[in-house]
């Protein structure tokens, strides 16, 4: 053996790094316990010392969505495309709830979570990360619900059904891009978070969740479409109830979309996360 | 030749202050906003905001090899924390290098990821799976966690509910069961009784005789004393001493010893000093009978404090207050409170006042000092404290100590008081062994 081969290789260097770098996913990878088990202390948290507990869960979109029926249905009566309105309004609600709710839990995420941030080492990308997942799982009751709706409406599934995951998986990556650069961003300027509610709230009116896509005037529709939701909601309203607006061209669109933001976000995450421990 | 375990060369680490004003390093973006034109005139002028850069870490370097216990020793602000915060990877350095051969555990804080809301089943996992390890790991060292921690009963019970030493037992059980080739701990022992202190030195020593490589940061000399073989000296930011433990803290305390207090460090370090700033200790000095200034006495000798205090806003009364704190377990051994007056000060007076410990009988040992300096009825804004910023009080055996029934090979406890022995019954053919057990009813008198 030669002296060179003696010399162990170091399993970490410390060192300034500046600029851009790698994602270093395969470190991510050997943390993804860490992961799950933050998305799982984030639902846990959210449902501990609440009466109904995991109830809300299904209760929240549900009332959100008799509320729609309600004022927007039978009151404003706002198209719905022929869909039995609460239907219609569930399946926008869904998709837009977990949109909603990525946003809102990574946007704060890391300072919630400053203390771990100041006192141990992981990926930091692994707690705006947990939302997605953690979100995930409120989604999937909502779904469902949903699928118990759909039988009392006696809605029959076509095999437009298997196209769903694909616009779930589409959200979840738009959103988590996002949310990457919101949970960064809020790191050094803490209005992000305040201005966000407003935000989503301007957001939801602008995509198509209490009406539908045809009640937006034909001349506009190319600028209405350039709102990713649009596509997440609509499609996802096609797959699980046929008919629907959405386009391939809009589909299009939000897929560069939510690609563009999730690696822009994943990237500028990485680059500002060096001085989070300095900042938080 | 030992392989390496942690090469560092000239780490340096900087943080940006804004001298302005004392502001948070985050701002709110319509700060920003506003504040934008306003620098981009100044800087315009050559007027911009002046931002100092403080050195937190300048120039380290050191080698350590696999199975070595360091102790990394030095005053608050001296660069330990930065220095186990790089190596951790928690933040990076500004400058340098360093190289880590294997996993590495760090322990910066007890209860890292606990959170109140979950039980302690959940919060073993999560702690777990922050510090580093695997799902199956955890699982695989479950039960081994539950019993170090001792909390069986209430594992399903959120750590809320939990007394302060079971949630720090809970805590400080996950790190120890993590596996790491290289252990960084930053004054954990700070926190708990003085039992789990004594526990967590226990684990830390078998971690150190399992051949792996610690890094144990603290100010608690004497902890450092018992763990380490080697002792590194940070000074602002510098490696001042590198070398066997004793010798290291030799100089330490040598250059505590040749630190004086004055008032500006008060005013600057707001994280040494508490109170409202309306008194503050100007000069401590520890002197023994003959007037010089030491900090080294033997058992019996008379120690008197020096102290004095400027009044900075009119003082209701002035109360001085000389404690002693156990070196190991930092509680306070012992407190001497004195009402100096009761009549109101006004502000700008200076006084000076010197408190004696006549015939000091703690047994041989290290005894950091706590001083407190407030209002005659204890207002609990106006007053000032050092806290182990000036050296230790150390006491050594000497002459008195073989009057005093203390045996250096058994130096346990804090006191001697006074004792006697009689035998009331023996055995057959057993003799009491006449004069061993020394029968006394008085101290002698120190003659100097």
């Known amino acids: 053996m030669t002296a060179v081969a003696d010399t162990p290789r170091p399993t970490v260097v410390v060192e300034p790094t500046t600029g851009w770098s790698a994602l270093n996913l395969r470190e991510l990878w050997t943390y993804r316990d860490l992961l799950m088990i933050l998305a799982g202390r984030d639902i846990r948290l959210r449902y501990k010392q609440t009466a109904l507990g995991v109830t809300w869960v299904v209760l929240q979109p549900l009332l959100a969505a008799l509320i729609f029926t309600v004022m927007f249905g039978r009151f404003a009566r706002l198209p719905s495309d022929d869909h039995p309105y609460l239907l219609f309004a569930f399946s926008g609600l869904v998709v837009w709830n977990y949109f909603a709710a990525v946003l809102q839990r990574a946007g704060n995420s890391l300072i919630t979570d400053q203390r771990l941030i100041t006192k141990v080492y992981f990926p930091r990308l692994a707690i705006p990360l947990a939302s997605t997942f953690s979100a995930l799982v409120d989604m999937l009751v909502s779904l469902s619900v949903l699928a118990v709706l759909l039988v009392f409406y006696g809605v029959e599934p076509t095999w437009r059904l298997v196209t769903l995951p694909f616009f779930i998986v589409l959200t979840a990556i738009a959103a988590t891009g996002a949310s990457l650069w919101l949970s960064a961003l809020n790191v050094k300027y803490r209005d992000f978070v305040y201005a966000l509610p407003f935000l989503l709230q301007v957001w939801m009116f602008a995509s198509p969740v209490a009406y539908a896509t045809s009640i937006v005037p034909e001349n506009l529709r190319v600028w209405y479409s350039l709102n990713p939701a649009v596509a997440f909601i609509e499609g996802a309203r096609w797959a699980v109830l046929g008919s629907s607006s959405i386009t391939p061209v809009m589909v299009g669109v939000a897929t560069a979309f939510s690609l563009a933001v999730f690696a822009g976000g994943a990237f500028f995450f990485r680059r500002v996360e060096r001085g989070f421990a300095d900042v938080v | 030749m030992t392989p390496p375990a942690i090469k560092v060369e000239g780490l340096a680490k900087s ?434």
């Open chain 2, 15 to 448: 943080y940006q202050i804004a001298r302005a004003l004392g502001r948070q390093p985050y701002r709110t973006l319509q700060e920003e906003v506003i504040a934008l034109p306003k620098n981009l005139w100044k800087r315009a002028l050559g007027r911009a905001d002046k931002m100092e850069t403080f050195w937190a870490l300048e120039d380290v370097s050191f080698n350590v090899t696999q199975g070595e216990v360091v102790g990394i020793i030095g005053r608050n602000g001296a660069g330990k924390s930065t220095l186990l915060k790089i190596l951790s990877r928690i933040t990076e350095p500004t400058k340098g290098r360093a190289e880590i051969y294997g996993r590495v555990g760090a322990l910066l804080e007890v209860g890292t990821g606990f959170h109140p809301e979950l039980t302690g089943r959940e919060n073993i996992f999560l702690s777990g799976a922050i510090l580093g390890m695997r799902k199956s790991e955890i699982a695989r060292q479950f039960d081994a966690i539950v019993d170090f921690a001792e909390v069986e009963q209430f594992i399903e019970t959120p750590t809320k509910r939990y007394s302060s030493g079971m949630y720090t037992r809970l805590a400080f059980a996950v790190a120890a069961h993590l596996e790491p080739e290289i252990l960084l701990v930053d004054e954990v022992l700070a926190v708990g009784d003085a039992a789990f202190q004594k526990k967590c030195l226990g684990k830390m020593e078998d971690v150190a005789g399992e051949g792996r490589t610690v890094f144990f940061v603290s100010h608690n000399t004497q902890a450092v004393r018992q763990l380490c073989t080697r002792g590194i000296l940070l000074e602002h930011g510098r490696v001042a001493a590198d070398g066997p433990t004793e010798s290291t803290l030799a100089i330490y305390n040598q250059r505590l010893r040749d630190m004086r207090v004055d008032a500006e460090t008060g005013v600057n370090n707001p994280e040494n000093r508490r109170g409202s700033g309306a008194v503050r200790f100007t000069a401590v000095s520890v002197e023994g009978v003959e007037g010089t200034e030491r900090y080294s006495f033997e058992m019996g000798e008379t120690v008197r404090f020096r102290l004095s205090c400027r009044v900075n806003t009119p003082m209701r009364g002035l109360a001085i207050v000389v404690a002693l704190r156990s070196g190991l377990s930092r509680e306070l051994v012992t407190s001497a409170r004195h009402v100096v007056t009761t009549d109101l000060i006004p502000a700008g007076e200076t006084l000076t006042v010197v408190l004696e410990f006549p015939d000091v009988y703690i047994r041989p040992g290290e005894y950091p000092l706590y001083l407190h300096a407030s209002e005659a009825d204890q207002s609990p804004v106006n007053y000032d404290v050092l806290d182990d910023l000036t050296p230790p009080l150390v006491i050594v055996g000497g002459t008195a100590a073989k009057h005093d029934n203390f045996d250096p090979t058994h130096p346990y406890g804090v006191f001697s008081l006074p004792s006697r022995m009689s035998v009331e019954e023996w055995p057959n053919g057993v003799n009491p062994q006449n004069g061993q057990g020394v029968t006394r009813h008085e101290r002698p008198r120190i003659v100097r």
